[in-house]
Each structure stands twice: as C-alpha cells, then as structure tokens.
C-alpha cells in the first residue's frame, strides 16, 4: 500500500475529514509539489475545513542499504477571520490536533500490526524512531492555515533485477563501439 493510500485511508475514517468525493465531502488532496498545495487551496471550498493534501513527491535521502523517503502531509483548517489573530492561532492549533490524531491512529495501527506479528504496512511504519519535522503554513488564499509534518520513512530498496525488464542476451554493440571502462 502506497504511503498516501494509508493517509487517505486515514481521512476516510477520521470523523472531523470524512473522504468521501462520491458524496461531495472533500478531506483529503493530493499534489505533485509545494506550488500544487498552495494553488489547490485556493479552489479548495470552505465547507471542506479541516481537510488534509499531501505532495506526491518522491523525495529522500540515506544510505543505499537504508533510504529514507520524505513524505510531505498538510493538515488546514480554514480561520474565521484572516484578520484575527487569535482566530489564526486557533486555526493552527486545530491543525496541529488533527496532525496529532494522524500520528496517533498510525502509531496505534503499528503496534496492533506487531503485536499480532504481522509484517503489514503499518508494522513497516516506526514512528519511534522515525524523522518528524513540523511547521505551521498559511495563510493562504481563503484563510487557510494549516501543520505540515514531513514524515520520513524507512523505505527498503528491492535491489532484484527483474529479468523480465532486459533483453537476453545483450544486443549487439555497433562496430567501434566499446566500454569505456
């Protein structure tokens, strides 16, 4: 299961986001970059607060035996008054309790998946020692603000080579052609 298929997952039952585009309930976006985040929110309804975008982004970093991928996951609830900023810090704050609850319901399906042995996706998922950087962003356009957690993730490489992927034997090279090596 993809990374963003679990957050998604999350706002599908997250009673606050309810997911479900076939009646209408947006709480849940997904994104290819920064920019996307911030030109979607301009589109995005107010009845939709809180609601939660996600970049699509591959992005990461670590040794070959160990990768670690970054998954950028924002959390916006809209304020009540863009020129309030007690109504901004509530906004943000609401949003850093719903970023909480996020953390929570994978940490609570992480422990459930061990405790039943099982190497699901969720076991796969160590909050524990798992990179957090958190921000608070906005406001954006319609009074938006909003948490953005980027969560890092060990991701294992499959360093098999898949045969079905190659031409056996190599082609030819052209004449004069050769390694370099």
Known sequence: MTFHTIVRQWCQTYKPMLDNPKNGNRGFYLTDSTAGVVEMAKGISNKFSPFVMMESSVEGGGQIARPVRNYPIYFFVRARDMSDGDAAAEAKEEAWYHAQQFLTWIKDKHDREIAANIDG???????????????????????????????????????????????????????????SF
């Open 121 to 179: 996706d969720y076991a796969r998922i160590d909050l524990d020692n798992a990179l957090l950087d958190i921000t608070t962003v906005g406001p954006l356009e319609n009074g938006w603000y909003g948490v953005l957690i980027q969560f890092e993730r060990e991701e294992p490489l499959n360093l098999c080579v898949d045969e079905e992927m190659y031409v056996t034997p190599p082609l030819p090279l052209p004449d004069g052609e050769g390694s």
